[in-house]
């Protein structure tokens, strides 16, 4: 019945130990005239962890149901309305303060993922396995990285970033054990040789040694390269070139970011790698995330895009404050139109990412629809500090599960661990209960 | 009130169906109690899912905690969703109702479905869990359903064991009398209340009510001049022709909640509380019993009007409040 021969989902193109570039799925993976028998491709997951709160007046629109009109801060995904959904009234109880007095930021992320409140200490650090890795552990094998943990800023592990919390809780969004968070990846170049080279980041000097005879990783799997393209139809044939020129793309650029640093200031305090511009660095990062999720190299995705309590400021857009500062805005006006403006931006940026997501094709869909992407605050109000109804969108549907294109509101105090459990069924690791969850989130899916 | 630190008064938990307007009164009294530093009213729960009493019960917790500031979260209010929504009196949707020259209403509430409410049992779990240990009390005015409810919740029974000091319900009648109608709207789940509530119950039977009747003059009177528009003088005035004096069970279990050592009431010897197949409530005194009923003293009589009146009448105190963290010891129910 067979007629050709299939390649494996697995395939990697190799070079000289130093290079392992995973494939994007390719119509050679599927067997010829079994499409009917082929299995689902799998769903992925991602966190996009924003600080800090939101301008609430700006985030939700005035309406439940299908979106007609987005809200001003949502403008920036307007192309991809239809496969939105954005959940109303989720609440995160073990952020609050219960009896720990002050320290929201710290808490709240914290709590975001681990479902408990976490100690309130600067060197006696508990939290608890972040949900993400729990999946982790249950289907993490099936890819070359269980997860992948990233982020753009400050990633210290001690310290007080807010009122007796340990900057271990502010840092980091993934936790392998109660003690042991999985700080962020930072450095775009650390990511890409993580992501395609043979296992183990090049010092800078093996680095400076191999930029001398080489102009791109693609080089050294070059053999590797035109091998496959021999035996793939003219569609698998772009497929390959459009990805593989991705990756030169994004290698390009931080070639191009590590130059313009050292011209910048030799002395400046972040490793060459990691762009001073918020947008290139988002931009390289979550590239990779597209690549990665694309490759099938992980399924389990968290970005701390920036820190809870952080004061970085957003000169290109004219707002040399700090973004914490700013969301203490005590309700003027001149200060929130501020925070709405880099809320804005932020999803601005964001949405190029989902452009990528949504025009790469996995089978008769778009990487899109086998992805569950939550884009999410720890704060709602940032001002008030507030826990309930916290800002969440979740791009792609999942896998066919999730009904989008539309504002679904849940009864308050809603335990966002209810969500959780939802996403843990789609990822194919069922549990009965998370956190303070109550149950499953209603309403979510197409049925 | 202190906004960071110093001694934490007990978190005050009110769950009622709002069938009567004596259960309006008690939330009043309880904000009363919020402003002299007797108590901090948690949260209110419905055991009835009816949007409008809801809506008015939003209202007046908004009333009473003014305009949202720093770290001031305002709970939902919680509400079954199973059962019947019963009678809804104009003492609640005439007050509603008034609007301002401008066409504004008076009373701002934001409950337009069930999803502007929250499950009871997951709100009074979350609330439970920012009280010290010992450290909150709870009232009941109304049907037990709700809290019937809580017991079958994950966890939730070892949290009230842990957090709650003691519940006092107004319900019943003591020593005996005929069944009344809170504790017959849900048969089984007064009787799992009596039955296998974790911490003492001291309840508040229909007698106590009936003995203690409110001073209604004083709507027209002391409610007047604290604030002239108060959402629970307008529902008083429409609940019924006035002047009349509503019985005041539920103010009576909340005074005594957040003032048991103040001498207002009497207290029976410990004992067994029971419910019969017709709904009436029945005492059996034992040595270790887990419950007690209040006995009206007539001396207080005239010093629990006074209570009522002037706790229930008192400006709202706008509360700006974070939890702090050293323990605070709760006053211990007068035996």
């Known amino acids: 019945m067979i007629t050709r021969k299939t390649l494996p989902r697995r395939t990697f193109l190799r070079g000289l130990g130093t290079a392992a570039i995973g494939l994007p799925f390719l119509d050679a993976m599927t067997p010829a005239l079994s499409a009917s028998t082929m299995p689902d491709p799998p769903v992925r997951m991602a966190f996009f962890y924003l600080p800090n709160g939101m301008i609430m007046d700006a985030w939700n629109p005035g309406y439940e149901g299908r979106f007609s009109e987005l809200p001003r801060t949502l403008k920036a995904l307007e ?22 007095g002050a320290g929201d930021h710290g808490r709240c992320c914290g709590s975001y993922l681990t479902g408990i409140q976490v100690k309130k200490s600067l060197v006696d650090i508990r939290a608890s396995v972040s949900f993400d890795q729990i999946v982790a552990s249950e289907v993490g094998g099936k890819t070359r990285f269980p997860s992948l943990e990233l982020g753009m800023d400050d990633a210290r592990q001690a310290g007080d970033c807010d009122s007796g919390y340990s900057c271990a809780y502010t840092n980091n969004l993934a936790w392998k054990s109660q003690a042991q968070p999985l700080p962020p990846i930072l450095n775009p170049r650390v990511l890409f040789e993580r992501l395609f080279g043979s296992g183990q980041p090049m010092t800078p000097e093996e680095r400076r040694r191999q930029s001398l005879y080489r102009r791109s990783i693609l080089d050294f799997v070059t053999d590797d390269t035109h091998k496959l393209e021999g035996s793939l139809g003219p569609t698998d044939r772009r497929k390959l070139d459009e990805y593989l020129t991705a990756i030169r793309a994004v290698e390009l650029q931080i070639q191009r970011t590590e130059n313009d640093n050292r011209q910048i200031d030799p002395h400046m305090d972040k490793p060459y790698g990691v762009p001073a511009d918020f947008a290139e660095h988002f931009r390289l990062l979550s590239s990779m995330i597209a690549i990665a999720f694309q490759a099938d190299l992980t399924r389990i995705v968290t970005f701390l895009v920036t820190h809870e309590g952080t004061s970085r400021s957003y000169r290109e857009l004219g707002i040399p404050d700090g973004h914490h500062p700013l969301t203490h805005h005590r309700y003027q006006a001149e200060l929130m139109e501020k925070v709405r403006r880099i809320n804005e931006y932020h999803v601005q940026q964001f949405a190029g990412f989902i452009e990528k997501m949504k025009t790469a094709r996995e089978g008769d869909r778009s990487l899109l629809d086998n992805s569950m992407i939550v884009y999410g605050a720890g704060l709602s109000d940032g001002n008030a500090h507030l826990h309930d109804d916290l800002p969440t969108l979740i791009l792609g549907r999942g896998g066919n599960y999730f009904k989008t294109g539309r504002r679904l509101l849940v009864r308050r105090e809603t335990p966002m661990c209810n969500l959780f459990l939802t996403m843990m069924d789609r990822m194919g690791v069922p549990i009965e209960r998370f956190g303070d969850s109550t149950g499953h989130v209603e309403g979510l899916n197409l049925g | 009130m202190p906004q960071f630190g110093g001694r934490q008064s007990a978190g005050a938990f009110f769950d009622t169906d709002f069938s009567g307007i004596d259960n309006l009164l008690a939330v009043s009294l309880l904000y009363g109690l919020q402003g002299k530093g007797d108590c901090r009213v948690a949260v209110i729960t419905m055991s009835r899912p009816n949007l409008q009493v809801a809506g008015f019960a939003d209202a007046v917790q908004r009333f ?36 301002r020259p401008d066409g504004s209403p008076v009373y701002r509430n934001q409950v337009r479905s069930v999803i502007d409410t929250a499950d009871p049992a997951t709100l009074l779990r979350n609330y439970l869990e920012a009280q010290h240990d010992g450290g909150a009390f709870l009232v009941a005015g109304g049907p037990a359903s709700n809290l019937a409810a809580a017991l ?51 309840a508040a039977g229909a007698e106590v009510g009936a003995a203690l009747p409110f001073p209604g003059a004083s709507i027209d009177t002391q409610f007047a001049a604290a604030v002239p528009d108060h959402p629970v003088a307008d529902a008083y005035r429409a609940y019924r022709p006035m002047p009349y004096d509503a019985p005041t069970g539920a103010m009576a279990a909340a005074l005594y909640a957040a003032r048991p050592g103040a001498g207002y009431f009497k207290l029976s010897e410990p004992g067994k509380i029971e419910i019969d197949d017709g709904g009436r409530t029945t005492f059996t005194a034992m040595e270790k019993g887990n419950h007690q009923y209040l006995i009206v003293d007539p001396a207080q009589t005239e010093k629990i009007a006074a209570a009522y009146v002037e706790l229930a009448s008192a400006k709202p105190m706008v509360r700006r409040f974070r939890p702090p963290v050293q323990n605070a010891a709760l006053p211990q129910p007068r035996k």
């Open chain 1, 79 to 100: 192309p991809f309305k239809d496969d939105m959904l954005q959940l109303g009234n989720l609440t995160h109880n073990t952020g609050r303060a219960l009896l720990d």
């Open chain 2, 64 to 99: 009473y905690h003014g305009p949202a500031g720093n770290f001031s979260e305002l709970p939902p209010i919680g509400m079954r969703t199973e059962g019947a929504p019963g009678e809804t009196s104009a003492a609640f949707t005439a007050p509603l109702a008034r609007k």
């Open chain 2, 152 to 202: 079958a919740f994950p966890g939730l029974t070892a949290l009230i064991a842990a957090k709650v000091k003691y519940l006092v319900i107004a319900g019943g009648a003591f020593p005996q009398g005929p069944a009344q109608p809170q504790v017959q709207a849900d048969l089984p789940a007064s009787r799992k209340l009596f039955a296998e509530w974790p911490t003492p119950i001291v």
